[in-house]
């Protein structure tokens, strides 16, 4: 996309893999969270979650799989990375030959809207949609009636930073501003 970050020097923030180097999927549809938003999403995630030790994790509209190899790489159990662009699917697929997590990630080419009904509630869902198209509430709305999303789940939405969110049967724990990018955290509420 235009104005996005630039895709060089894309690396894991924290954790295990601190510093390695990240492929960015070729072309311009994929815009890469870039490393400074992470930093700050997952510095958010921390002060909430304590640890990241074995989370279940999805990495939605994930691009690179940026979002859910940080997790991994701050010691989370699995992650599910789902992108339906090719170019995505690739540079997740390399990453994670990479840094060898296969035996941790799941990598599902397809949308977000494709997946079935869960096996197991997830820890934590981090989406990050393209701006402006309103995907990542209509993922999340659609995950949580697949029992994807419990009430214990944390989600985290990038959105564009004019965006707001609001979704029935959750609620915004916390938001913040990141250049161009609106982080949201939200929570199911009791029904």
Known sequence: MKGAPTKAGLRIVAG???????A????????PTADRTRE???????????????????????????????ALS?????????????A???????????????????????????LGPAKAVLDLVLLDPPYDTGAGSVAIDKLAR??????????CLETG???????RGFEVESSRDIGKARLHILRRTAE
């Open 146 to 155: 697949l029992g994807w999303i419990g009430e214990q789940t944390w989600v």
């Open 40 to 70: 700050t999403l997952f510095s958010m995630l921390a002060s909430r979650l304590g640890s990241f030790e074995g989370l279940k994790v999805a990495d939605l509209f994930a691009g690179s799989g940026a979002l859910g190899l940080e």
């Open 24 to 31: 960015a999927p070729e072309g311009e549809t994929t815009r």
């Open 88 to 114: 995505a699917i690739r540079a997740i697929r390399a990453n994670i030959a990479n840094l060898h997590a296969q035996p941790v990630s799941d990598v599902r080419a397809g949308s977000v809207l494709s």
């Open 74 to 86: 701050r010691g989370a159990a699995h992650c599910l990375f789902v992108d339906q662009d090719p």
């Open 16 to 22: 295990e893999w601190r510093g390695r180097k990240l």
């Open 161 to 167: 930073r004019t965006e707001s969110v609001s979704i």
